[in-house]
C-alpha cells in the first residue's frame, strides 16, 4: 500500500506563494501520473495540475494556469512538488495529491491512492 506524504500547506496573504510536496518514494511501483486537487468547503473535488512522470507533460486547470507550477524530482521516484504563486482567496481549499499507475485523467475514481490533504489559506 502506497504513502502519498504531503507537506508545505499553510496560510498566506493574498499574492503570496506557497511550496506543496507530495513523496512516496518509498512505494516499490513507479506511478505513471501524479497530480493534485483541491476542495473547496461546498465545491467538489477540482483537478488542478498533473504530471505524467514518464514524459514530464503537464496539465493545469484554467482557473491556476500561469500562476501554479507542477514538477517532478528527477532523482527521486513518485515525489513532485507544486509552486503555488500570485495566491488569490479563490485557491483557499483542501488540496490533495493524487498517484495513478494509469495515464493522467480528471476521473477521481481511477486515482489509486490519495494524499491525506493539507490545507491551504489565502486571505485578503
Known amino acids: 500500500q502506497a504513502q502519498l506524504v504531503e507537506s508545505g500547506g499553510g496560510s498566506v496573504q493574498a499574492g503570496g506563494s506557497l511550496r506543496l510536496s507530495c513523496d512516496a518514494s518509498?512505494?516499490?511501483?513507479?506511478?505513471?501520473?501524479m497530480g493534485w486537487f483541491r476542495q473547496a468547503p461546498g465545491k467538489e473535488r477540482e483537478r488542478v495540475a498533473t504530471?505524467?512522470?514518464?514524459?514530464?507533460?503537464?496539465?493545469y486547470g484554467d482557473s491556476v494556469k500561469g500562476r501554479f507550477t507542477i514538477s517532478r524530482d528527477s532523482a527521486k521516484k513518485n515525489t513532485v512538488y507544486f509552486e503555488m504563486n500570485s495566491l488569490k482567496p479563490d485557491d483557499t481549499a483542501m488540496y490533495y495529491c493524487?498517484?495513478?499507475?494509469?495515464?493522467?485523467?480528471?476521473?477521481?475514481?481511477?486515482?489509486?491512492?490519495w494524499g491525506q490533504g493539507t490545507q491551504v489559506t489565502v486571505s485578503s
Open positions: 493524487a498517484a495513478t499507475f494509469s495515464v493522467c485523467t480528471v476521473v477521481a475514481e481511477r486515482w489509486n491512492y
Open positions: 504530471i505524467s512522470t514518464r514524459d514530464g507533460s503537464t496539465y
Open positions: 518509498t512505494y516499490y511501483l513507479s506511478f505513471a501520473c
